[in-house]
């Protein structure tokens, strides 16, 4: 690569005259591609956020009932689209003077200080990312073999054997070179959400109105201390359902200048959220009342192993949550690929060049294959991901966004701004940590069952 090709990639991934430009390392050159239009941000926003963990928004539900259920569910996307537009506007006034962040802990490094950027910002967002994609993995894993049960339901391949299966799909997924070559794979994601919420939705109508419908109870916990911690647990999972984590590399994808980008593509992830999570809360929680499963597709089956709709309607949705799962656990590998590459890749050689392709290959493949033993000697993960997710997705989406905003543009005390901020730190805050409480309780309780490599 030429000198004045590296200019203009420099000046394409930061938007600013190279003079003012940090230095990219390959990191940053080579998956963090500054090409995308809004509606690329919007498809990236949409897979990471409109994803099957909406599927559990029925248990949510059942623990707080339909009052607090729906205003919790408002309020979240309320705060969250909030939130990620105000850590959007902070990346734009630094783009604005010249020193435009790719990254969440570059944005954490240049607003709240070294200190911060790594040893918490980091190694958080790290930890999030990663358990995303374990957590994904083994979800797949998890669909696969349901699909193979409604077709055998006496077959005796194990889950971690489907999980296997799944990650070696991931492993060709890995290799999309950069956030931005993911658009068209993040577009058909947001069709495939809409698609099995729209099954989801119309499979609980139908059960509800079907003679094998069950009975119907809505209401609460009778015991205190299992009202309290259900409520936190339902509340962690809302959140994290509506989490992210990867604001900053998603802004990153967009072709200077970024102005109003982010701000488009949230309203067609958030317009997507809206038609999807709801209608799956909802309709799931009507159906189904405190019976709701942790996935609401696994009431779709009656205890003897019959599906309550019909079979190619169940198949259908499995195929179609399976399919965006690996669309979701491609998007939250990013993180972990740019420090592969940022670690491992010669910025100086070119992106396809034998010297870079062959150590990516290597070490996405060695990432992959970690998460891939990972979730299938783990099959209990998803008590471990709500603790991930309370001590991670609660603080990078609902506290940093208001804490770095105050920092950079300093609002009056005395302004509405200020402590709109500060009432939402505050407030998920505490959140946070009752949350982390009571993921952590869950699985104490649920220690008695766990078993490495357990088919579950």
Known sequence: MGESEKQEENQNNNGAAPSQSPKLDAGALFVLKSKGSWLHCGYHLTTSIVA??????????????????VIFLFTAAAVTFYSYNLISLVLEREA?????????????????????????????QFLVCFGAVVGNILLGGQTMKSIYLIEKADGTMKLYEFVALFGAFMLILAQVPSFHALRHINLISLLLCLSYSACATAG???????????????????DRQDLVFGVFNAIAIIATSYG???IPEIQATAAPPVQGKMFKGLCLCYAVAAATFFTVAISGYWAFGNLAEGTILSNF??????????????LMTNIFTILQLSAVAVVYLQPTNEVLEGLFADPKKEQYSARNVVPRIVFRSISVGAATVIAAMLPFFGDINAVIGAFGFLPLDFV?????????????????????????????????????????RQIVLDAK???????V
């Not at 089956?301 to 169940?314: D, T, Y």
């Open 400 to 440: 940093v966004p208001a804490v770095v905003y105050i920092v950079t543009f300093r609002p009056s005390m005395r302004g509405a701004v200020f402590w709109t901020n500060a009432v939402i730190a505050v407030v998920f805050s505490v959140l946070a940590v009752l949350a982390s409480v009571a993921a952590v």
């Open 449 to 455: 069952s766990y078993k490495l490599f357990a088919n």
């Open 301 to 314: 089956i009656a205890p003897n192993g019959r599906p309550l709709v019909p079979k190619w309607f169940l």
């Open 204 to 222: 609980s109508i139908y059960i509800g109105h079907s003679s094998h419908a069950p009975h119907r109870d809505y209401s609460l916990p009778s």
């Open 52 to 69: 099957p963990a909406l599927l559990s928004l029925p248990f949510a539900m059942a623990a707080l009932g339909w009052f607090a259920g």
């Open 244 to 246: 992210n984590g990867i």
């Open 96 to 124: 604005l003077l010249g020193r435009r962040q790719l990254r969440f802990r570059d944005m954490a490094h240049q607003i709240l200080g070294p200190a911060w950027a790594r040893y918490y910002i980091g190694p958080i």
